[in-house]
C-alpha cells in the first residue's frame, strides 16, 4: 500500500504558497479553511491574488493582515449580512494596510471561468501524457498530437 505523505499547515503554506501566488480558496461560512488564512498570517506572506466565491471574514483577516494584493470575488460581506467587511472597505477606501485591487464577478461568471480552467487543464494534462508515454517508449520522432 502506498501511503502518501501529510503535511502540516505550516509546511504546506511553507511550501506551496509564496509571496505573490495566486490561491483559490474553497469553502463556505462554517466550512471555510480558516487555518490556512491564519498560517498565510503567521507566515507574513504578502501580495497574493486570493480568489474566493464568497469572501466573508476569511478574505477580510487576509486583507486586514496585508496579505492580499489582488482579489476576485463574488462578494465580500462581514457575517452580520450584506455590508461589506471592515479591512476589505477600509483597503478599498482608505488604502490600509495597502491597495487591494478588485474583480468582481457574478456566481454564474466565476463557475464558468472555473469550468473553463477546469477543461484547459484536463486537455493540457492528456497532451502532456501523450507526449511522455511517446518518450517513455523510447520514440524520438515525438511531436504534439493536434485535437480537434
Keep these: 500500500m502506498d501511503i502518501k505523505p501529510v503535511l502540516t499547515m505550516r509546511e504546506a503554506v511553507g511550501r506551496y504558497i ?4 495566486e490561491v483559490m480558496i474553497g469553502g463556505f461560512a462554517f466550512s ?5 488564512a491564519h498560517e498565510l498570517i503567521r507566515q507574513r506572506r504578502k501580495g497574493l491574488y486570493v480568489m474566493k466565491t464568497s469572501g466573508g471574514v ?3 483577516m487576509l486583507i486586514g493582515a496585508g496579505c492580499v494584493d489582488r482579489v476576485l470575488f463574488c462578494h465580500i460581506w462581514n ?3 450584506p455590508v461589506p467587511a471592515h479591512c476589505f472597505r477600509r483597503a478599498l477606501e482608505q488604502g490600509i494596510p495597502n491597495t487591494v485591487a478588485v474583480e468582481e ?9 472555473l ?10 494534462i492528456a ?10 517508449m523510447g520514440r524520438r520522432d515525438c511531436v504534439r498530437i493536434s485535437v480537434p
Design 127 to 136: 497532451d502532456l501524457r501523450r507526449t511522455q508515454d511517446c518518450v517513455l
Design 58 to 60: 476569511l478574505v477580510d
Design 105 to 113: 464577478l457574478s456566481f454564474g461568471a466565476f463557475t464558468m471561468a
Design 115 to 124: 469550468l473553463a480552467v477546469g477543461i484547459w487543464l484536463a486537455m493540457s
Design 32 to 36: 471555510d479553511p480558516t487555518a490556512l
Design 18 to 21: 509564496p509571496d505573490g501566488q
Design 79 to 81: 457575517s452580520v449580512g
